[in-house]
């Protein structure tokens, strides 16, 4: 432990205050230096440095130099390196990086096309045309998704790539004939959700369990299938859960086999006493003495601790850069070019908190989360409090799990902004607080988005009373909210609350966002609030 210290502190202060002075001079004299690179290229300003160096030796056609960066992560940069090695005659090199960006996204496509006008051919390969018809199929591209495909029409996958293309298009009756027409092991994952017919999809669920394809897939549709068969249909339910007994999934099916045990006998002891999250449901019940221990959903309802385990005032009386070296910059204004460092440290995570990239901040911060008696700050970064959400600890803990305070957030299912309106609800509350000139659009405006999701989220408390309840109404709707509380009864005590989210509420999703949240408001209350209103049951 003591050794694993050691390295994280020595890694948090890897930027020295000569080299940030560099790094300065750098963006204001010229990147372009065979100095500035042996001196910037393995430091934690490196991504920004080499950005800058690209820019500024294409310009000066230093294209020597320039090829040393290789390493650079921005695409456009990756484009002028390739440039600059095909100048250089090493036209091998820049068609490994122009293939590379190429296969990786499409967004770059026109700039990759134009610079091999003439010989793009060896860009056109099925391997390389198969990666672009999956990410602009997968990010609703469609026309480029055909495109591309129309140079795979005697390639093996064409078929299968089309039916998926289809598919992401909303086109699920074509997409399912054609799923049906191939031999890939994955087709059966696909044809479980276009499938209409309950019985069907039970079939293809149970083919798609003996195909050989990774377990993380078929666990995701293992609990996708026994939750959808459990609101749907308990009889075929039954049958689900049968096929699902096999190695790597039998936690999911004990899981499923005692849910349903609770929904139709209420509370008993035939479950799996040793699992999670099965013998926290017999605490709720009343049928075992143990509770829960640490910080969790099952410990803040069944074993609330008796304080923070944590100091606040050192979290906050530790929350300042001791890097000298990005704190010179940070002190400079240097924040817009400091956020594109890629390297994971404590003081680079709170960097990238301080200059409101939260986001950026708490995936920095997540590998050290276990280190916290070290770095007591990244509690703060890990749990931030933008501005803009004032002292209003309800939204910042659904924000969090939202979009990790992304405005730019934008879910698969259309959800927009910081907390994730759908363009429907969005509608719904631009009325209720007459809201004029309004469009889906502005949903990545972050004040608008924090207000109507503010709106809806401490309207659905006052509607439920407990934060729970409306955070999965707010997750999963307050229909399937309601639906679930008339099949359940009224929730009066602790228990209550876990054995509903963990048994009631229809959807995984659902029941981990709630977990997810109440963690979220009790961080949120210790750090900023009076330190009690995490508690389920304090509001009437």
């Given at each position: 432990m003591l050794l694993l210290l050691i390295l994280s502190n020595f890694r948090a202060g890897a930027l020295t205050l000569t080299q940030a002075k560099l790094f300065e001079s750098a963006l204001k004299s010229g990147a372009c230096s065979l100095e500035y690179f042996k001196e910037l290229s393995n430091s934690e300003v490196k991504e920004p440095f080499l950005i800058a160096f690209v820019e500024d030796c294409y310009k000066l056609k230093d294209y020597e130099l320039l090829s040393k960066a290789r390493e650079v992560k921005n695409p456009l940069s990756k484009l002028k390196v390739a440039q600059a090695l095909r100048k250089l005659g090493r036209e091998k090199e820049a068609r490994e990086i122009f293939k590379e960006v190429f296969s990786s996204t499409?967004?770059?496509?026109?700039?990759?096309?134009?610079?091999?006008?003439?010989n793009s051919s060896y860009l056109f390969t099925p391997k390389v045309l198969r990666k672009k018809v999956w990410i602009a199929a997968r990010n609703r591209r469609i026309d480029e998704a055909l495109y591309y495909l129309s140079y795979l029409k005697k390639d093996p996958y064409y078929a299968y790539l089309l039916a998926y293309t289809y598919m992401r298009s909303g086109k699920r009756r074509l997409a399912k004939e054609l799923f049906l027409k191939t031999t890939f092991p994955k087709r059966y994952y696909y044809?479980?959700?276009?499938?209409?017919?309950?019985?069907?999809?039970?079939?293809?669920?149970?083919?798609?369990?003996?195909?050989?394809?990774?377990?993380?897939l078929k666990r995701r549709v293992a609990v996708y299938a026994l939750d959808y068969y459990f609101r749907k249909d308990l009889g075929l339910f039954r049958k689900a859960l049968k096929a699902t007994y096999r190695p790597g999934l039998k936690d999911i099916y004990y899981y499923f086999r005692d849910r349903y045990r609770f929904f139709t006998k209420g509370c008993t002891r035939k479950v799996a006493r040793h699992r999670e999250p099965q013998k926290w449901w017999l605490s709720a019940c009343g049928l075992s003495s143990e509770l829960p221990a640490g910080i969790n959903f099952y410990s803040l309802i069944l074993n609330p601790p008796e304080k923070f385990p944590y100091d606040r005032e050192k979290v906050f009386s530790t929350y300042k850069l001791t890097d000298e070296g990005l704190k010179y910059l940070y002190d400079k204004g240097f924040c817009s070019v400091l956020t594109l460092i890629t390297v994971k440290t404590p003081q680079t995570a709170l960097l990238m908190s301080l200059c409101g990239e939260y986001k950026k901040g708490i995936k920095f911060a997540l590998p050290y989360r276990n280190e916290l008696s070290a770095y007591p700050y990244?509690?703060?970064?890990?749990?931030?409090?933008p501005p803009l959400f004032g002292d209003d600890l309800i939204s910042l803990a659904?924000?969090?799990?939202?979009s990790l305070f992304d405005e730019r957030a934008l879910s698969r299912s259309g959800a927009r902004g910081l907390m994730q309106i759908m363009p429907a609800t969005g509608r719904y509350i631009a009325k209720k607080l007459k809201e004029e000139n309004y469009s889906t659009l502005r949903l990545y405006e972050p004040e608008l988005n924090y207000r109507f999701g503010s709106y809806y989220i401490h309207s659905l408390l006052k509607q439920f009373k407990l934060f729970p309840l409306a955070a999965a109404a707010y997750n999963g709707g307050p229909g399937r909210v309601k639906r679930a509380l008339k099949l359940y009864g009224k929730i009066e005590k602790p228990g209550d609350v876990i054995i509903f989210n963990d048994v009631y509420i229809p959807f995984n999703e659902t029941r981990d966002?709630?977990?997810?949240?109440?963690?979220?408001?009790?961080?949120?209350?210790?750090?900023?609030?009076?330190?009690?209103?995490w508690r389920t049951f304090l509001r009437p």
């Amino acid at each position: 432990m003591l050794l694993l210290l050691i390295l994280s502190n020595f890694r948090a202060g890897a930027l020295t205050l000569t080299q940030a002075k560099l790094f300065e001079s750098a963006l204001k004299s010229g990147a372009c230096s065979l100095e500035y690179f042996k001196e910037l290229s393995n430091s934690e300003v490196k991504e920004p440095f080499l950005i800058a160096f690209v820019e500024d030796c294409y310009k000066l056609k230093d294209y020597e130099l320039l090829s040393k960066a290789r390493e650079v992560k921005n695409p456009l940069s990756k484009l002028k390196v390739a440039q600059a090695l095909r100048k250089l005659g090493r036209e091998k090199e820049a068609r490994e990086i122009f293939k590379e960006v190429f296969s990786s996204t499409n967004d770059y496509d026109e700039e990759v096309l134009l610079l091999n006008r003439g010989n793009s051919s060896y860009l056109f390969t099925p391997k390389v045309l198969r990666k672009k018809v999956w990410i602009a199929a997968r990010n609703r591209r469609i026309d480029e998704a055909l495109y591309y495909l129309s140079y795979l029409k005697k390639d093996p996958y064409y078929a299968y790539l089309l039916a998926y293309t289809y598919m992401r298009s909303g086109k699920r009756r074509l997409a399912k004939e054609l799923f049906l027409k191939t031999t890939f092991p994955k087709r059966y994952y696909y044809l479980i959700f276009l499938s209409s017919s309950p019985v069907e999809r039970l079939e293809f669920y149970k083919k798609f369990l003996f195909q050989n394809l990774p377990l993380r897939l078929k666990r995701r549709v293992a609990v996708y299938a026994l939750d959808y068969y459990f609101r749907k249909d308990l009889g075929l339910f039954r049958k689900a859960l049968k096929a699902t007994y096999r190695p790597g999934l039998k936690d999911i099916y004990y899981y499923f086999r005692d849910r349903y045990r609770f929904f139709t006998k209420g509370c008993t002891r035939k479950v799996a006493r040793h699992r999670e999250p099965q013998k926290w449901w017999l605490s709720a019940c009343g049928l075992s003495s143990e509770l829960p221990a640490g910080i969790n959903f099952y410990s803040l309802i069944l074993n609330p601790p008796e304080k923070f385990p944590y100091d606040r005032e050192k979290v906050f009386s530790t929350y300042k850069l001791t890097d000298e070296g990005l704190k010179y910059l940070y002190d400079k204004g240097f924040c817009s070019v400091l956020t594109l460092i890629t390297v994971k440290t404590p003081q680079t995570a709170l960097l990238m908190s301080l200059c409101g990239e939260y986001k950026k901040g708490i995936k920095f911060a997540l590998p050290y989360r276990n280190e916290l008696s070290a770095y007591p700050y990244l509690l703060a970064v890990l749990y931030p409090k933008p501005p803009l959400f004032g002292d209003d600890l309800i939204s910042l803990a659904i924000a969090r799990q939202e979009s990790l305070f992304d405005e730019r957030a934008l879910s698969r299912s259309g959800a927009r902004g910081l907390m994730q309106i759908m363009p429907a609800t969005g509608r719904y509350i631009a009325k209720k607080l007459k809201e004029e000139n309004y469009s889906t659009l502005r949903l990545y405006e972050p004040e608008l988005n924090y207000r109507f999701g503010s709106y809806y989220i401490h309207s659905l408390l006052k509607q439920f009373k407990l934060f729970p309840l409306a955070a999965a109404a707010y997750n999963g709707g307050p229909g399937r909210v309601k639906r679930a509380l008339k099949l359940y009864g009224k929730i009066e005590k602790p228990g209550d609350v876990i054995i509903f989210n963990d048994v009631y509420i229809p959807f995984n999703e659902t029941r981990d966002y709630v977990r997810r949240t109440a963690v979220n408001l009790y961080y949120y209350s210790n750090l900023y609030g009076k330190g009690d209103e995490w508690r389920t049951f304090l509001r009437p």
